[in-house]
């Protein structure tokens, strides 16, 4: 691996923990109203954001009862969580919002035609390769990607953030559907597509989202969309990796041996996805050389064959 190189990677490995430790206290500053408080986004505009922080964004606007109005009329536009852009109250402005791009801002952002054709998203090869804060495309609808209902069965299907539409008695443009997520909204509605529905989208990548860690060996190993904690045994030197529940504590049976006699390292740095391909790394360092090794993640919990260059 050469310096340039190096310098790359040390670089990218900076600028996840740094967005990851502002998220982290965008998430904290939120008031369980979801109000706008005092604590603006950790992104800016178009820049640089982590997936909890897409999420976040996301459920500021459930829990503020937003409604849904496809006419994108300037009075009918919702504000984001630090109140300074506008956003349609659709599918597509929902996910505009929460990926806090100012695209076709003038209209409130993309709508699903912008995004089919838009170069700041990426399509992904598969719906498997969905990680939280992706999101789900098709011919005028898509839903913002929360996670799985069951990490290990997919054709149980997902938890979403969306905006869908419904009746309209009074013609007014305020339908009955209300922002919504994986738990349900002050009118009962939750964000959820089978397996079967999402054959018809296809799945798409923010390209300036970045994967979340939280300082030390911490973040989304096992590719659950919950942060985990990787532990190096002080005597074999095995990595061992313990798969968080998302709140505060760990599954059960967790802390599984997956990589083997790291005694060659004396530095392992935090998970992130350092490739690009939406799966989370690792970075150890060589105590002799002083080489810097990349280990290629494979989504779920372990390490992609023939890896560590």
Known sequence: MNRSTIHRLLSRTVAVCTAAALAMFALTALDEAGGRGQA??????????????????AQNWVNRGVQYNLTRRSNTLVTDVDGTH????????????????????GKGGNSTNDFASWSGKRYLSSLHDLRPGDAILKDGHMELFARWKNAGD??????????????????DGWENDWAKGPSANSRGQVGSESWSSMQGYRPIRYNNIVEDGAGGDTGD????????????????????????NGSG???SGTGEAFGHNWSAFDTIFSPGDFTGDGKADIIARNTTTKDLHLYRGNGTGSFQSGTGE
Not at 86 to 105: E, F, Q, R
Not at 154 to 171: E, M, V
Request: charged share 15%; proline share 4%.
């Open 86 to 105: 506008k956003y349609g109250p659709d599918c597509s402005g929902l996910v505009s919002m929460a990926w806090h791009i100012t695209a076709n801002s």
């Open 221 to 244: 190993f096992s590719g659950d969309g919950k942060a985990d904690v990787i532990a190096r045994n002080a005597t074999t030197k095995d990595l061992h990796l313990y798969r968080g």
């Open 154 to 171: 997919h054709s149980q299907g997902a938890w979403t953030y969306s905006l869908n539409g419904g009746a309209d008695p009074d013609g």
């Open 249 to 251: 504590g760990f599954q």
């Open 40 to 57: 603006n986004a950790a992104s800016i505009a178009n820049g640089p954001i982590t997936r909890s922080e897409v999420l976040a964004r």
